[in-house]
């Protein structure tokens, strides 16, 4: 690959996001896109007419640098109440940016140059891309498909333990995981939270899709498991939970001594943000348990009727255990590049999926995949399903 001009040496590789290209090309081409992770409804109208009220109200200026006091303990009662961990909105709580400034944050503020940070891999884009800015290295644990169709990706217990070494700084674990649609289980989470005491580590959990979980799935957060309360940050955000991604409004709880590092980072990269969407995103928090538990039985109805479409089209499904996001085998339907493919499946069959292989340290462990997201109405899910079928169906 070309040295890109100016561009520092930490950044050479990281071109365009992925989701920027391909809404492009779902822009250009008309294809319907079921790409790039967001709604396209907007969410409760409680939480919308708060954030005009709080406009109307005068609330446009520059918040409090940790986030408004409101937020923070709308944030410490919502960790209470669905997980059942305290935090001090005082010292514990840091309103971010959306969790992808929590995340960067975090590691700009607690990696030193050198260190180690394992992940589950495949990972969010941005989490290479923040682990480079730190001038860490990124030491990747490999999550397989399951190799019947059914169940769960796994992770070799043996491989996560050889990640950990005398250079290890964090973990950074997402759970509901994107792009899999892994839950990890509390025996999973046991093991992880064993290795960061052993070694000393921080560990940095993304919860983005903490109400996303579908089946009577649990959600176990590690900063509630025995000895990790003092070394964990969770980070999570409104985006997922309300459907709101473009307010951006996020936050991290912890311990005092890492929420004060992650916070001197932050503080210099968008200082503050989103004043007016911070007592709206209270609002949803506080908001009643049929909201959520109704959101969820919605998505996994939605879920249900793209996975169905994507089965019929003839692909094999990995169905998710959360997120918002399927994944199928392309092989199933005679490709074998995931990148190739999801270029060419606007015109060949006028819908925008993203290749997993973007996803991935090594492209070859994902090039036989690509995710496509159900968090759309469901005329279009029909409508996008129904396209594939009539392009790959058999």
């Given amino acids: ?81 669905f997980w059942n961990l305290s935090f001090d909105p005082a010292s514990e709580i840091l309103i971010t940016a959306g969790a992808t400034e929590a995340l960067a944050a975090s590691l700009l503020g607690l990696c030193e140059t050198g260190d180690e940070v394992v992940v589950f891999d495949p990972t969010y884009d941005s989490y290479a891309a923040g682990i480079a800015l730190a001038g860490a290295r990124m030491r990747g644990v490999l999550l397989r498909p399951p190799a019947d169709g ?31 649609g892994k839950v990890f289980t509390k025996e999973e989470l046991t093991l992880v939270a064993e290795l960061c005491q052993e070694h000393d580590v921080i560990a940095v959990t993304d919860e983005v899709y903490e109400h996303l979980l579908f089946d009577g799935r649990q959600h176990h957060s590690l900063a509630g498991l025995p000895g990790m309360a003092d070394r964990t940050l969770t980070v999570s955000s409104g985006g997922k939970s309300f459907s709101f991604t473009g307010w951006k409004i996020g936050w991290a709880c912890g311990p005092a001594p890492i929420v004060n590092a992650v916070k001197t980072a932050k503080q ?44 019929s089209a003839g692909f094999d499904v990995f169905q998710p255990e959360g997120t918002y996001f399927t994944t199928v085998d392309i092989r199933s339907v005679g490709a074998t590049d995931s990148i190739d493919f999801c270029l060419g499946l606007p015109e060949r069959a006028g819908v925008v999926a993203v290749p997993s292989a973007v996803f991935y340290q090594d492209q070859r ?26 392009a790959f169906g058999r």
């Fill in 150 to 180: 059914s169940g769960s990706f796994w992770f070799d217990e043996e491989e996560l333990r050889r990640a950990f070494n005398p250079k290890t700084r964090l973990i950074l674990l997402n759970t509901p995981h994107n792009p899999t």
């Fill in 365 to 390: 462990d994902g090039q036989h995949l690509a995710r496509f997201c159900f968090a759309k109405n469901d005329a279009m899910l029909a409508d996008a399903g129904q396209r594939l079928v009539d």
């Fill in 268 to 311: 210099f990269l968008t200082f503050v943000n989103g004043a007016p969407f911070q007592p709206a995103i209270a609002t949803g928090l506080r908001l009643g348990d049929d909201y959520f538990e109704q959101f969820t039985s919605d998505l996994q109805n939605k879920r249900d009727l793209l996975g169905g479409l994507l089965e």
């Fill in 1 to 81: 690959m070309a040295r890109v001009p100016y561009l520092t040496s930490r950044l050479q590789g990281f071109g365009t996001s992925i989701f920027a290209e391909m809404s492009a090309l779902a822009v250009k081409t008309g294809a319907l896109n079921l790409g790039q992770g967001f709604p396209d409804t907007d969410g409760p109208t409680e939480v919308s007419e708060a954030a005009i009220a709080a406009i109307r109200a005068g609330a446009n200026q520059y918040p409090p640098g940790p986030g408004t006091d409101d937020l923070r303990e709308a944030v410490a009662e919502h960790q209470q109440r």
